[in-house]
Each structure stands twice: as C-alpha cells, then as structure tokens.
C-alpha cells in the first residue's frame, strides 16, 4: 500500500463554489490497488440449449476468405450457416436498463444532515476498491455505472469492475493518491446522501502487453459520486456508486495504451482456451483469424467509449471474467449473457455531461487545475501534451 501519490504537487483543494467542504479526508488512507499475479480462469458453461434460431443481420466483415481444409470447412461457410441464437429465456427481458444514468439534485437540506452523512461514511471505511469488505457497504441491488464501460451490478459485478484494476497482466499500477482529494457534498436529508470525491489517479500498463514493449504511464482525475443510507453511526448501505473519467483520458487508455498485438493474442487466447463453443461459434480454425478480428476492431467508440463493438471491451472481458458465464460477451458475433444482455456488441453511448451534474463538471476541472493537470484532467508523462496518442 503506497501512501504517496506518483505525482506533484500534492494539495488540499478548497473549491471556488458553494456549498462545498474541502477536505483532506482523514477517513480514506491512500489506496493502493496492487495488481494479482494471476490470469482470470473460467470454465465456459453453454447455458443457453433453450434456444430459438433465427436469421443473423449481422456480416461479419470479410479479411480473406480460408480455403476449405481437412480442419472443417472455411470460414466464409461457416459464417454462411451462421445463425444468432436468442435464448427463450431472453424473450420479453428489457435489454435496455434505464438506470444507468443517475442524476441527483443540489441540495443541502441542513449542516445536521450533513454532518450525520460524512461522519457515517468516514466511520464505516468505505472504500471502491476494498473488495472483501464489499458485503459491508453493497447488496445485490448497489450499482456501479462507469463513464466509458457502462453498468455493473451488485457486489460481483462491481468486483469485477475492480478486479480488472488488480490483473497485472493488464496494469502494473493503479493507485489513487487520496492524500490529494477533495469532497463535494450534492445531498445530505434523512433518507438520502451523496457525497462526489475527486482523486489523483497514476496508471501504468505492463510493458510486456504494448508494441514497443514500453509501459505507458498516466495521471488522470478520477470522480466518484457515492449515493448511500445511513444505518448507524458507522454503518452505510451503498445504493450506487458512478466513476467519472474525462473523455480523452478513456479514449486514450482503452484506443491506445490498451491496443495492441500482445493483448489481442491475449483476449484469442482466453477464448480459444476458456471458451471452446464460443471460439467455435465464431468460426475460428486458425488462432490468427481471431487476432486479425480483435485488432480490425475500433479501438473504443467515438467518444472514448468502450462498452461497444470494440476491442477495449472485449480487453476488458478477457481479463476480468468473474464467472464462467461471461464468455460471451468476448464472442465477435452477437451472444446473449445470462443477464440477457449483448454486450459489446453496441454502446449505450453514456456521457459525462448525462451522468454528473455542472457542479461536479466544475468541481472536477477546478480540482484538475489545482493539482496542475489541467483542463484536460490527465496527461501521459513522456509526450509533449496528453493529446500526444504515443509513448
């Protein structure tokens, strides 16, 4: 556990608005989230022998068609008898959740509230990354809605959220520097608090994954709003918890740092290996058709997003499996998980500016400034700006 950020300076920020409390938090020691030595292991279930077949709509775009071989029939023909399955489970689930945006009101109802609010979150030791404490704070209802990968519920999902953080193979560091923070209280009534914190945040890849076997290092904002109850005096229920990074930084991690040949032989390799029916699916007999699939893919979406048809989420996937039912959301062809949901497959196309309120935007850009990133909110050392997409 590194208590001391990777940057400088190190401030206490006191914001220009009102109402605001700036802080030092004395509840929240530095977190550092220190990466496992090990790969996720899956064992890949077909749960879905209840199936309606249907026609695809979907092409598969073309990269060279295999000739036929004594290893099965090509590719082409394989994708020519392709078709999606839609499980009959699946049918009448909405698979659009109207709860991934959250935005909550600016008020502070009494200085009684929000007192009773702050010293009950900083007695109960909440912390985003503190994954074996997770049924102390969330239930099977608490949700985790990340700017540019979307939503993750209950204390699994949103542990696989973090688990991702910790996989070495992926990060060699991601280390919030609490030491410099600051809190902006949104709501503070008998029933309700929310309560947005701004970190310092110092990223760096593992060398071994990038293409010129380089670690690419960055320092970026990073905003949690947490929306809880008060139980007692030192015991909170965390309903949902919303992850801001700026536009360019994800854009950046999940197009750049995070793309290249290494990671997609990676991401073929846990579907060759951990999900065989879905490999198959898919119509791969060699291991290359697969990594020239992954890297044909976009990076992220237009605007940093990674949540859709994209190599980034399927990077994540690959390396954040938390139950052998997630094989499918790494399948280039469209697969229903067992939340009935086709993911990576189309983005929900979530924005800063629909998930956090202008008082956070401002709050966030003022924090940025005050510990010298800028506008921007993050930067890459070693490029001249961090617009600079290379290291």
């Not at 500016?353 to 003022?366: A, G, H, N, V």
Request: with cysteine; charged share 25%; aromatic share 8%.
């Amino acid at each position: 556990v590194s208590d001391t950020p990777s940057f400088s300076p190190s401030v206490s920020v006191t914001p220009s608005f009102s109402p605001s409390v700036s802080v030092t938090p004395s509840f929240s020691p530095s977190v550092s989230v220190t990466p496992s030595s090990s790969p996720p292991v899956i064992v890949e279930k077909d749960f879905d022998s209840d199936v309606t077949q249907v026609p695809s709509e979907t092409t598969h775009p073309s990269i060279s068609p295999a000739a036929p071989s004594a290893k099965g029939p090509s590719k082409q023909e394989c994708k020519k008898k392709r078709k999606i399955k839609v499980p009959l489970r699946c049918k009448g689930v909405d698979r659009d959740p109207d709860d991934q945006i959250y935005r909550p009101r600016k008020n502070i109802a009494s200085e009684d509230n929000a007192s009773q609010c702050r010293s009950a979150y900083a007695a109960s030791g909440f912390t985003l990354f503190d994954t074996l404490n997770y049924d102390r704070w969330y239930d099977a209802e608490s949700l985790l809605v990340v700017s540019d990968l979307g939503m993750f519920k209950g204390d699994d999902g949103i542990a696989q959220y973090v688990n991702f953080l910790q996989n070495k193979d992926i990060l060699d560091k991601f280390e919030l520097a609490e030491t410099s923070s600051s809190v902006l209280e949104i709501i503070a009534e008998d029933d309700e608090c929310v309560l947005t914190v701004a970190y310092v945040a110092s990223v760096a890849t593992n060398a071994a994954n990038s293409n010129d076997k380089l670690s690419v290092t960055m320092d970026v904002v990073v905003g949690l709003r947490t929306k809880f109850s008060t139980i007692d005096a030192a015991t909170i229920r965390v309903h949902r918890n919303d992850l801001y990074f700026p536009q360019d930084f994800s854009s950046f991690f999940w197009g750049d740092a995070l793309r290249s040949r290494k990671i997609a032989e990676g991401n073929c390799s846990v579907m060759r290996d951990s999900c065989q029916n879905i490999y198959e699916d898919n119509c791969y007999t060699e291991f290359d058709d697969c990594v020239m699939d992954m890297l044909a893919l976009p990076g992220t979406g237009r605007r940093g997003n990674a949540d859709g048809k994209s190599m980034a989420c399927r990077t994540f996937y690959a390396n954040a499996i938390s139950d052998l039912n997630q094989c499918q959301n790494i399948s280039y062809e469209p697969k229903f998980d067992i939340q009935c949901q086709l993911k990576c497959q189309r983005s929900a196309h979530l924005k800063n500016k629909d998930l956090f309120i202008p008082e956070e935007r401002k709050f966030f850009t003022e924090f940025s400034n005050q510990v010298g990133l800028g506008d921007d909110k993050w930067i890459s050392p070693g490029t001249r700006s961090s617009r600079v997409r290379s290291v």
